[in-house]
């Protein structure tokens, strides 16, 4: 059973999911992933989405760009957590136009939505989700936020040394 589902709208996300990838695999975090278009596909996308949700799925990390529209799509399929990661684009607005349509949800249908890019943040914040009720996930979060801090506390002595 996986716990959280990563969808990526194109094959072109794969850097992104990389990065939702490994920090869902250090927090020992069950997931799955899959290229769903909600523009393209979208009849396998309301399919799959109730189909990951009875087996068992319980947060969606939906990574996008351009028009945006797949993390509000999963979240009309569901009650679960949606978190949206959008992803900066080739054109002139640079993935401004994916993080506004991910934030410009309409009333009743929510999607958190991380930095443009930010599919560190987006794991991390389905790992935090999954810690309300998973004590072994928090401990790892805590050591996770220990190894930040210790690493800031070393670049400074570094740099006063310098």
């Given at each position: ?12 996300d794969k850097a ?12 020992d975090i069950s ?132």
């Amino acid at each position: 059973m996986h716990i959280v589902s990563v969808i990526m709208g194109s094959d072109s996300d794969k850097a992104i999911y990389s990065e939702v990838s490994s920090v869902l695999m250090k927090f020992d975090i069950s997931f799955e992933a899959r290229i769903i278009s909600a523009h393209r596909t979208p009849d396998i996308l309301a399919e799959y989405v109730r189909m990951a949700v009875n087996s068992g799925v319980r947060i969606f990390i939906a990574i996008a760009g351009m028009a945006a529209a797949l993390p509000g799509a999963i979240a009309s399929y569901t009650t679960h957590p949606v978190i949206g990661v959008p992803v900066a684009s080739s054109s002139p607005v640079l993935g401004f136009d994916s993080l506004l349509s991910m934030l410009q949800m309409p009333p009743g249908v929510p999607v958190a939505t991380v930095t443009i890019n930010g599919g560190r943040n987006a794991a991390l914040l389905a790992a935090e989700i999954l810690a309300i009720s998973d004590p072994s996930i928090e401990i790892k979060l805590i050591a996770y936020k220990k190894e930040m801090a210790n690493g800031v506390v070393q670049k400074d002595r570094q740099l006063s040394k310098e």
